[in-house]
């Protein structure tokens, strides 16, 4: 993601809903005392980029440029592609140029963003997508996939402190707040090892697909990343301690 280590990020209170990962498959605590733990099948892997600039600045003032999505199955063998896609790149509206030290880093271009729908049309259109997709929704009023991403700074940082500046958290349905999995925590407790998704790739002797910074690839590079380590893990671990799974307010 854009910038995400040059910025300070607002830290946000996070808890453990996770009780044990098995494989390939997510064993996810229910919230209701007594309720059977559920398996979540699918992963929906996100990584946004946003604006960012060579002099320190402080995250809130980021906005998100680029909104991809990648689905999973979770269930399914090594190396199969994505089950679907979502990529918008969108308009930034408080500080609406981009900088040259953004472009250089995302490859986004102030014309690849200028004509396109701010935040509040693409996050409508990324739930539209995600309810488009009724395997995702199969278990009723409750979700049959985990979020994921590389890190806090998606969902611990920047998500979440620019759809309250703009107020539009009303856009985000009940089960796309119940938290995501952070794939830095889960690489940790699944190896050892400690890193970014270069890092991770490397230790997993992946190749990187695409554009470092560019979402839509980073995205599909941590999906691989979740593919591979699900394969190699060989006992499931409790990470209650330290969890890869996480929420916010």
């Known amino acids: 993601h854009a910038g995400s280590g040059h910025f300070h990020s607002t830290p946000l209170e996070t808890r453990s809903t996770m ?11 229910g919230e209701e005392p007594g309720k059977p733990d559920e398996v979540y ?16 600045v402080n995250t809130d003032v980021q906005e998100i440029i680029e909104f991809p999505a990648v689905i999973i199955d979770l269930a399914a063998p090594q190396g199969q592609p994505p089950v679907a896609e979502f990529q918008r790149y969108v308009r930034p509206t408080d500080r609406p140029e981009l900088s040259e030290f953004c472009t250089e880093l995302t490859g986004i271009t102030q014309a690849m ?3 396109q729908q701010p935040l509040a049309v693409v996050l409508a259109e990324f739930v539209a997508w995600i309810e488009q997709q009724t395997y995702l929704m ?17 969902f611990g940082s920047i998500f979440p402190i620019e759809i309250k500046r703009k107020h539009i958290s009303h856009l985000v349905p009940g089960y796309l707040k119940v938290g995501w999995c952070d794939v830095r925590k889960y690489f940790n407790q699944a190896t050892g090892h400690r890193g970014g998704m270069k890092r991770m790739l490397e230790h997993l002797r ?4 695409g554009k470092h910074h560019s979402g839509i690839d980073d995205a599909r590079n941590i999906a691989r990343i979740l593919q591979r380590v699900g394969a190699i893990w060989q006992n499931p671990v ?3 301690t330290s969890p890869a799974r996480k929420t916010w307010k």
């Open 41 to 56: 099948r699918y992963a929906i892997v996100v990584d946004f980029e946003a604006t960012c600039w060579e002099e320190r």
């Open 206 to 209: 992946l190749p990187l697909l």
């Open 238 to 240: 409790d990470i209650n």
């Open 138 to 154: 199969s278990k009723g009023p409750e979700c049959n996939f985990v979020l994921c991403a590389d890190g806090d700074w998606d």
């Open 19 to 29: 009780t044990e990962v098995d494989m390939d498959w997510w064993v996810m605590q």
């Open 113 to 115: 963003v200028s004509g």
